[in-house]
């Protein structure tokens, strides 16, 4: 169970840094996206700065438990938040909807399969 934990949080740091990357470098389609939702443009590198800390909080977690339990509950805010703002601009469209809800269902699976107690 392990091992597989192991590589759903490598596989999840890494969609988040690209994700992450994706805003730094101002990619078209996330600005556009932000730009949809309502969220400040300006602001688009704060939330690229969450990810990539989640990125880490999970590698750390790997090694120490509570890390990644810290970045799974946060990334669990965060992709409620990004839900809500969806919500918010009243877009239906599966496609907006679909990273977001992926995410937040990948990230609640992987916070369901942290085995209790302490490593």
């Given at each position: 169970m392990f091992i597989a934990i192991g590589v759903a949080s490598v596989l999840l740091a890494g969609l988040l840094?690209?994700?992450?990357?994706?805003?730094?470098?101002?990619?078209?389609?996330?600005?556009?996206?932000?730009?949809?939702?309502?969220f400040p443009?300006?602001?688009?590198?704060?939330?690229?700065?969450?990810?990539?800390?989640?990125?880490?909080?999970?590698?750390?977690g790997l090694g120490w438990r509570p890390a990644a339990l810290a970045?799974?509950?946060?990334l669990t805010g965060y992709?409620?938040?990004?839900l809500v703002f969806l919500l918010?601009?009243?877009?239906?469209?599966?496609?907006?909807?679909?990273?977001?809800?992926a995410f937040?269902?990948?990230?609640l699976v992987l916070l369901a399969g942290y085995p209790a107690g302490s490593r």
């Open positions: 840094a690209h994700s992450a990357v994706q805003k730094i470098t101002g990619h078209q389609r996330q600005v556009a996206g932000m730009r949809a939702i309502g443009v300006e602001r688009i590198r704060w939330l690229a700065m969450l990810e990539l800390a989640a990125a880490a909080g999970l590698l750390v970045a799974l509950v946060g992709f409620v938040g990004a918010r601009a009243r877009l239906t469209a599966f496609a907006a909807w679909f990273p977001a809800a937040l269902a990948f990230t």
